[in-house]
């Protein structure tokens, strides 16, 4: 075998080495990020629940001060 064609064959299977290696390197990346997303959908599930309950507790309490703010007028309307 020639040196010139010794040179070919290294060159071509670091080449094909390299491109293995990054094809790897680059499924690895996707599969983290995919990872990544399941992970935030989760935590933004979480979110709009605590959110919702916040929300119902507001209601309750605007309710709940409402009832008392109608109280008050109709024991002022009563004593005038």
């Avoid at 599930?45 to 605590?50: F, L, N, P, S, T």
């Avoid at 119902?56 to 605007?62: C, F």
Wanted: net charge positive; aromatic share 2%.
């Amino acid at each position: 075998m020639s040196t010139v064609s010794k040179a070919v064959l290294a060159a071509s299977v670091a080449v094909s080495g390299a491109v293995v290696a990054g094809v790897h390197l680059q499924q690895s990346r996707v599969r983290e990020r995919l990872r990544e997303g399941v992970l935030r959908d989760f935590e933004r599930q979480h979110r709009k629940q605590e959110n919702l309950r916040l929300l119902e507790q507001q209601i309750a309490l605007t309710e709940q001060l409402e009832m008392e703010r109608s109280k008050m007028l109709m024991g002022k309307e009563s004593s005038q």
